[in-house]
């Protein structure tokens, strides 16, 4: 799938400003070994096609389910990122507040990451990366890929809200009339980055290319 051509815009959310990087802004991207890291794929494929930096972090359970699930190697997804850090690495520079973010985004994201990070016991550099998002009160976006929830499941969803992250399941949107899973996901990692204010040129809009207007034009 080819990146597509967009730009960034900031966001309109008090709670989510701009931040102020060195070069371009960076955005944190992590991937989990839950099914569906052709979300965190796409969503690496998208930002190469924008003026912004992509940090990647993945987990080893993440290198195996791209071999399950994809053709690709877990070196192909590197390849994508403008830069990677060990899973392990929990002195890289997404460890540390002072190193400057949009944000993060976790995409999938398994329930053991959401726990995680809802208990704020962090074992690896992803959980750290996202603690570090939450207490410097930036963007953090958690793709969780889980169903059905138990009850544990929906009170660290609560948790994580509580804390300013935002549960983003990738569910999909069928008003767009999708053609295929290419498009599901394009529709859902595009409105993942609508989050961070970057327009990504991915989704499909209601009242813009999806007929959902009441108004009628005139002159």
Not at 31 to 53: D, F, K, N, Q, W
Not at 136 to 146: D, N
Not at 166 to 174: K, T
Request: a neutral charge; hydrophobic letters at 40%.
């Amino acid at each position: 799938m080819s990146a597509p051509t967009a730009t960034r815009t900031p966001p309109s959310r008090d709670d989510a400003p701009a931040v102020e990087t060195v070069g371009r802004p960076r955005l944190v991207v992590g991937i989990t070994g839950a099914s569906g890291v052709v979300y965190g794929i796409r969503m690496l494929e998208a930002l190469l096609g924008l003026p912004i930096e992509s940090h990647l972090v993945m987990s080893k359970s993440a290198e195996m389910t791209i071999a399950y699930e994809t053709d690709l190697k877990a070196a192909d997804v590197k390849a994508m990122a403008d830069v990677v850090y060990p899973i392990g690495d929990i002195g890289a520079a997404i460890s540390s507040g002072s190193f400057r973010t949009m944000g993060m985004v976790v995409a999938p994201c398994t329930v053991r990451t959401l726990s995680e990070i809802a208990s704020g016991v962090t074992s690896t550099l992803l959980t750290r990366a996202a603690d570090v998002t939450l207490k410097e009160r930036r963007r953090l976006v958690l793709m969780l890929r889980e169903t059905p929830l138990h009850a544990g499941h929906i009170r660290s969803m609560l948790q994580v809200t509580e804390m300013g992250a935002i549960v983003a399941p990738p569910v999909p949107a069928f008003y767009t009339r999708p053609a295929s899973v290419a498009d599901i996901v394009d529709q859902t990692v595009g409105r993942a980055l609508d989050l961070f204010g970057i327009d990504s040129g991915l989704p499909k809009r209601w009242g813009e290319d999806v007929n959902g207007g009441r108004g009628e034009g005139g002159g």
